[in-house]
């Protein structure tokens, strides 16, 4: 079935550090993938929406300074946490699939957990 | 804006029993898709069941089943015969058939006690 692949799987760095996150879908080709943080025992947080070849749509709050998210080819997206501070310490998943209409789902990567020191 | 709610937080069930999550979403939508995931220690999200809007008949998948009730906005998830492997967080999630973004409830932790 499909696969989506999260690199890497646990980040720990020093304050100041940017820190590059990479989102690959495996088996099938992905136009849109999705960017989401998760604090412990919290749902899922839409951060952005990353279009390939295009900009990536942001959710109201989300510093795109911050995040910065490239998704240049239909395989790949990353997202780089700029200059991470320990306020960004969280879990980040990535999601690809489910296209319009389609019952498709989405599939999720592993997630990263990232500690800032 | 669509919502989605899950008003249980927390929920227990023995091993062997039967458990179900309730989940409430709002839409102005006709046509839609809903989907239980379940969140182990792992943190791996895994897709428990689908269920597409225009669909009466409740989806089923071995184990899980889910109770559809569109007019109420209701979608609940049956864990039959429930096993210490279903122990988990799970996320109602909801789907345009518009688009591809996911809008997710707030979550259940489901304990299962041998």
């Known amino acids: 079935g499909a696969v989506v692949s999260q690199h890497p799987s646990r980040v720990i760095c020093k304050s100041g550090t940017s820190v590059k996150i990479e989102c690959r879908s495996l088996?099938?080709?992905?136009?849109?993938m999705f960017w989401y943080r998760q604090f412990p025992k919290q749902s899922l947080m839409l951060m952005a929406t990353s279009n390939e070849g295009s900009k990536a749509t942001y959710e109201q709050g989300v510093e795109k300074d911050k995040f910065l998210i490239n998704h240049a080819s239909l395989t790949l997206s990353t997202l780089t946490v700029t200059s991470a501070h320990p306020e960004d310490s969280s879990f980040y998943i990535c999601?690809?699939?489910?296209?319009?209409?389609?019952?498709?789902?989405?599939?999720f990567g592993d997630g990263t957990r990232l500690s800032i020191l | 804006a669509q919502t989605v709610t899950q008003s249980q937080p927390e929920m227990s069930v023995q091993e062997a029993e039967t458990v179900t999550l309730s989940c409430t979403y709002d839409?102005?939508?006709?046509?839609?898709?809903l989907f239980w995931y379940k969140q182990p220690p792992s943190r791996q999200m895994i897709l428990v069941i689908r269920?597409?809007?225009?669909?009466?008949q409740n989806a089923t998948e071995n184990r899980f089943s889910v109770n559809f009730q569109k007019a109420a906005k209701s979608f609940s998830l049956k864990i039959s015969d429930s096993q210490l492997g279903d122990a988990a967080m799970y996320f109602c999630a909801y789907r345009d058939t518009s688009g591809s973004r996911l809008t997710f409830g707030e979550g259940t932790q489901l304990t299962v006690n041998p």
């Open positions: 999601s690809a699939g489910g296209q319009q209409n389609s019952n498709q789902p989405q599939h």
């Open positions: 269920q597409e809007a225009y669909k009466q």
């Open positions: 088996d099938f080709q992905a136009t849109t």
């Open positions: 839409t102005s939508e006709s046509d839609y898709y």
